[in-house]
């Protein structure tokens, strides 16, 4: 139920009747600019995405986080020797991995949704959206190339 369009001239229904003042609107119809339906499902699959990433993510950062500052000593152990022999361990390069890229794709999905709610223009929609994935792009290509290419020789 919605106030009617006439509840906001006071005039209700005219029967006097103060419950009139809520009508339920009839469904829209279809026009040409009403997007038509997809075969998939994107936005519930992006929904389900933030869900599960960022319940991946909690465990991923506050594993990385009491590892990092409780476990090893605290931020002044952190250095390039900390970080050359932690990487030559494969389970953590791919910790650092999907925490990398679960982050990326978790904050891009998340700047997407924000893009589509306040970018009144289809055009700067577009170009808002294309950036974001250009940033996410680069970012996550350069960090899986730093994790994998890291020597500790240099």
């Known amino acids: 139920m919605v106030p009617s369009a006439q509840a906001h001239t006071g005039q209700g229904l005219g029967t006097g009747n103060p419950a009139d003042a809520f009508v339920v609107e009839p469904p829209r119809t279809r026009t040409k600019k009403t997007p038509r339906r997809t075969r998939t499902n994107f936005e519930m699959l ?23 500052l409780v476990l090893d000593g605290g931020v002044s152990k952190i ?48 170009w808002l959206k294309t950036l974001m994935g250009a940033a996410t792009v680069f970012t996550v290509l350069l960090g899986t190339l730093v994790i994998f290419t890291f020597d500790p020789n240099i």
């Open 79 to 126: 250095g390039f020797a900390f970080v050359a022999g932690r990487w030559a361990s494969p389970f953590w390069q791919g910790w650092d991995l999907l925490m990398l890229w679960l982050a990326m794709l978790h904050g891009a999905n998340g700047m997407r949704t924000v893009i589509n709610d306040y970018a009144e223009k289809d055009s700067t929609r577009f």
């Open 46 to 68: 992006a929904w389900l995405f933030m869900r599960l990433s960022g319940v991946v993510l909690v465990v991923l950062i506050l594993g990385h986080l009491l590892i990092m």
